[in-house]
Nanobody, 115 residues
Framework: QVQLVESGGGLVQAGGSLRLSCAAS????????MGWFRQAPGKQRELVAR???????DYTDSVKGRFTISGDNAKGTVYLQMNSLKSEDTGVYYC?????????WGQGTQVTVSS
């Protein structure tokens, strides 16, 4: 059983930066994808970024050029570096890892960007 622990959220003013971290607490096997979703109040959940075992990254259009995802599949760690933050980036961020076709989720960390 894999548990994911997130950290790094908080309050930041527009234009600032945050770095989110997510670590698997249990032994990790065969991670296919690691990534981050977010959900803003009144909005549906959206995929922010993901990285495959082979290092291929995908980003939602609104964060391209500002966010960078990185990770270590062997260690079960994934990071999201968020720069040039905007008010529209506000929301709860959830990390996930796909292991043997099953998704595991973190508890969520709040990111609030003030204008």
């Amino acid at each position: 059983q894999v548990q994911l622990v997130e950290s790094g959220g908080g309050l930041v003013q527009a234009g600032g930066s945050l770095r989110l971290s997510c670590a698997a607490s249990g032994r990790v096997f065969s991670i296919n994808y690691m990534g981050w979703f977010r959900q803003a109040p009144g909005k549906q959940r959206e995929l922010v970024a993901r990285i495959s075992r082979g290092g291929i990254t995908d980003y939602t259009d609104s964060v391209k050029g500002r966010f960078t995802i990185s990770g270590d599949n062997a260690k079960g760690t994934v990071y999201l570096q968020m720069n040039s933050l905007k008010s529209e980036d506000t929301g709860v961020y959830y990390c996930y890892q796909t292991v043997q076709m099953r998704d595991y989720w973190g508890q969520g960390t709040q990111v609030t960007v003030s204008s």
